[in-house]
């Protein structure tokens, strides 16, 4: 379905860009809601962080005067011009909100740049003789990549204004703002199996050709995977897109015309694992790399003289910006040793200590009165991926530190948050700093301690993390340890895993635990496996190398069949001696007995026959919802444990975390911290997981993962109960075989509980504690508090546990499997399908076998 036209001549269309929009409602209730809602697609976590502008310390986005003389650049949300004889950056633009992405104009006398604030980004254009700024759209759209025309009278520039996707529009500059806004393309929907994109087409990062009568643009038209090739479209009415280049982007490729008119420069990761700078001829051909190197350079531009690319580079780790010569391929770093600000500044040092006195390390946040955000220079900032728009005018953003560290900040009232991972609440500071000045702030740990069940201690571990994934930094094993030691953590499971065709650590493939590491603090590579079909897998401990290709089900590719299944992949890491278990389950309600319900999770099937080491009941999905699924299970008998893992992307400036937002508390005896004793901890079920409150349960004496032998069931069994949170909880419930059997008074806080009782005990399966909330409470960053032990088993007179109703759900379960396998358009054989029927009736008759 397409739509052909192009609104070249329709006036509502420009009203649009300067009008606040109905579709842009804020509900009346305060909740925690998503960064820009405005947008409809799929997977956002990949287009906020790789495609839209973010927060960092260092440089972010680039762009030459006309003299070639100087540069223009945003950083620390601010944007700044740096002559490239001169290390002094002077700031040109400060709030009030964030600003990004600028282009400066043919004649030298404006900048046009997109500015973050309000739920929107909407473009604005600085004029630098004056100072003054001038709104050019105002309709709570995202407005991105302005680009000014060769004869500075135009604009090109991405929009969310049409239906909420990606579109290119053309606008004449006027005094009163943007007229004659005209959208590049018609809007396509493909007949294309797309996984992580829309089924309707997107167009991104516009570039206009030198004579100004041609737009080349980045576009998944046509394509499958990644965000698309190279095109381009006359401006005469009627033309029609013409793909120029293809390769797979993602989402960072930004080509810029030279100044001849006979090249791109462009980011591309084709065959390797990072982003360099390619040259292609301008009406396509064949391209060739001119940078090399195991990190990424992006957001080039050309310099009007012909002379210099400028770029973004991640090879520190943060961002830096890089000049490249055309000829030679000489490179430097752009360095500022001095920062000329438009405000009135002072100083912040602020001194972490741990519980000996020692350098400690900590998650802090910084911000003014405005709710304005600051960092250490080339800081790695992170931001939340949602907030509530009632407590903060952005989302939250935070850098870790350890030690001293010292940050420039506004003269006026500035807050200071700390936090330390889960063992101690938040602490505020208000500071009043003075032009000029140096304010003095030092905090020490003060944790809570709690004390296991059974002898030990509690070890945190978060089982789902990815050092690098395509975000806008460079992480390494020694930054990761810094992360969770920032964030009170111990266990970093670092998954290798495939961002499309790249693995960007596929280096660290067989290393297992991380020189890296410290006596604290462990690093321990393992793997996702990615398959689109049957639900992903975390692979945990495996010695030997990475499972390869890494995915499967993937279309269009010679991986398109889903085997290998999750069930060869849980026995080829088994073999492997790791552990395997399901991650991010599930989003929505699963209704097996709706005949029209596709699924394909193989969940119940690997549970059945024996693969599943661990669920992530705390991870990047509804965390009610997939233990609905788990009680289920339990309830037949099998031994499941909880684990808590962030998917953290922990190379990213917009992220769902940080590391160890969702994690895992496991049972272990007192000495070094031994990972393979963690791991076996976490298959016996000692754990809890969780994303603040920590719990902890005994039933009949015994700890979570132990097993209550009880002769029948006609009495009651004693518990106790234990709760230590940094917020506020809701609910404390003991829940035995799907039912809450007990809710547990909190008072006051509602942070802290310790309660002893009895719960009924009549048949076999299992009980245990969990916590939760019914909105989000920061400082966790994640939809709601809540956290869960894994079972105690109970065995009541030697019987197994029965459950005719959830037997027959997971039956059903797999029947919409079966259907779903047999309607699988892209078997290697039929052989290949034969077995894995075959596989499905096996763990089927499990189920029947459990009536």
């Known amino acids: 379905m397409s739509d052909p036209t192009r609104a070249r001549t329709a006036p509502a269309l420009g009203l649009a860009f300067i009008v606040v929009a109905a579709a842009v409602t804020l509900p009346a209730a305060a909740e925690r809601r998503p960064v820009y809602e405005q947008i409809d697609l799929p997977h956002p976590y990949y287009y906020h962080e790789m495609y839209l502008p973010q927060l960092t310390g260092g440089p972010s986005s680039v762009a030459f005067s006309p003299d070639s003389k100087e540069v223009v650049y945003s950083m620390a949300g601010s944007l700044w011009r740096q002559r490239l004889d001169s290390t002094t950056a002077v700031q040109i633009t400060d709030g009030p909100g964030y600003d990004y992405q600028p282009d400066w104009s043919p004649d ?127 401006l005469e009415p009627g033309a029609e897109p013409r793909e120029i280049h293809y390769e797979e ?238 964030e009170d953590l111990s266990v970093v499971h670092s998954l290798i895993v495939n961002k499309e065709q790249r693995v960007p650590d596929i280096a660290y493939s067989g290393h297992g635990q991380d020189p890296a590491s410290t006596a604290t603090t462990i690093v321990l590579h393992g793997q996702e496996f990615h398959t689109s079909f049957w639900g992903h897998l975390g692979v945990l401990g495996p010695s030997g190398t990475t499972l390869l290709p890494g995915y499967a089900g993937y279309p269009n590719t010679a991986a398109a069949s889903p085997v290998p299944t999750n069930a060869d992949v849980a026995d080829l890491a088994h073999a492997r001696g790791a552990l395997v278990g399901y991650v991010h389950p599930f989003d929505e309600e699963v209704h097996p007995f709706e005949e029209a319900e596709a699924l394909s999770n193989e969940l119940p099937i690997d549970v059945a026959l024996g693969k599943v080491d661990y669920i992530e009941i705390l991870g990047f999905a509804d965390h009610r919802i997939t233990a609905g699924v788990w009680y289920r299970l339990l309830n037949l008998g099998f031994h499941l444990p909880a684990a808590g893992g962030t998917d953290a992307m922990a190379d990213y400036a917009s992220l769902r975390g940080p590391v160890g937002m969702n994690r895992v508390f496991v049972r272990m005896g007192e000495g070094p911290l031994a990972v393979g004793n ?23 004496g015994l700890p979570v993962g132990g097993e209550l032998k009880v002769a029948d069931g006609h009495g009651s069994v004693p518990f106790t109960a234990q709760l230590r949170s940094i917020v506020p909880v809701d609910h404390l419930e003991v829940v035995c075989n799907g039912s809450v059997v007990r809710v547990l008074a909190l008072s006051g806080s509602r942070t802290e509980a310790d309660v002893s009782g009895t719960v009924p005990v009549k048949d076999s399966g299992w009980c245990l504690l969990r916590a939760s909330s019914d909105k989000a409470e920061y400082p966790v960053l994640d939809n709601y508090p809540y956290a869960t032990t894994s079972p105690v088993y109970v065995n009541v007179g030697g019987l197994k546990p029965k459950s005719l109703l959830d037997s027959a759900y997971f039956e059903a379960w797999i029947d919409r499997v079966t259907e779903s396998v047999n309607r699988f358009p892209d078997w290697n054989s039929v052989d290949e399908k034969a077995g894995v029927l075959a596989r499905l009736r096996a763990a089927r008759a499990v189920f029947v076998g459990l009536e």
């Open 678 to 700: 963690w791991l076996k901890s976490l298959k016996a079920g000692q754990s809890f997981a969780t994303n603040g409150p920590l719990l902890d349960f005994t039933l009949g």
């Open 249 to 486: 982007t993602n989402w960072r490729a930004r080509p810029d015309v030279s100044p001849d008119g006979a090249r791109l420069v462009y980011s591309s990761y084709l065959g390797r694992n990072w982003h360099q700078l390619w040259l292609l001829p301008v009406g396509g051909g064949d391209a060739l790399p001119i940078s090399y190197g195991e990190f990424d350079a992006i957001g080039a531009r050309w310099s009007p003289d012909g002379r210099a690319i400028a770029y973004i580079s991640n090879a520190g780790g943060g961002t830096e910006l890089w000049l490249h010569e055309v000829a030679g391929g000489a490179q430097r770093a752009l360095t500022v040793t001095a920062r000329k600000t438009l405000k009135a500044t002072g100083r912040i040092e602020l001194e972490l200590k741990d519980a000996a006195g020692l350098a400690g390390a900590a998650r802090v946040s910084v911000t003014d009165a405005s709710g304005r955000f600051y960092a250490p220079e080339g800081a790695w900032i992170h931001a939340d991926d949602g907030y509530d728009r009632a407590e903060r005018p952005f989302e939250a953003h935070y850098f870790h530190a350890r030690g001293r560290v010292s940050l420039t900040v506004p003269a006026g009232e500035i807050t200071v948050e700390v936090l330390r991972g889960f063992s101690q609440p938040l602490e505020s500071h208000k500071l009043s700093v003075a032009a000029g000045s140096t304010q003095r702030l030092a905090t020490t740990a003060q944790p809570v301690s709690m004390a296991a069940a059974g002898g030990g201690r509690w070890v945190s571990g978060d089982v789902h993390v990815h050092m690098n994934y395509g975000g806008i930094y460079r992480n390494t094993p020694a930054h990761l340890v810094e992360q969770a030691a920032a």
């Open 108 to 234: 030298g006398r404006s900048i046009v740049y997109t500015s973050y604030r309000h739920d929107a980004l909407e473009l604005k254009l600085l004029d630098l003789a004056s100072g003054a700024v001038r709104a050019l759209t105002a309709a709570g759209a995202v407005n991105l990549e302005p680009r000014f025309s060769p004869d500075g009278k135009r604009l090109a520039f991405v929009s969310t204004a049409f239906h909420k996707r990606f579109h290119i529009f053309t606008a004449e500059l006027a005094p009163e703002g943007l007229k004659s806004v005209e959208r590049l393309t018609g809007e396509n929907k493909s007949p294309l199996r797309r996984y992580y994109y829309s089924a309707f087409d997107h167009e991104l990062s516009p570039v206009w050709a030198r004579d100004g009568r041609s737009i080349i643009y980045v576009s998944n038209r046509g394509h499958v995977h990644g965000t698309g090739g190279f095109f381009s479209i006359g």
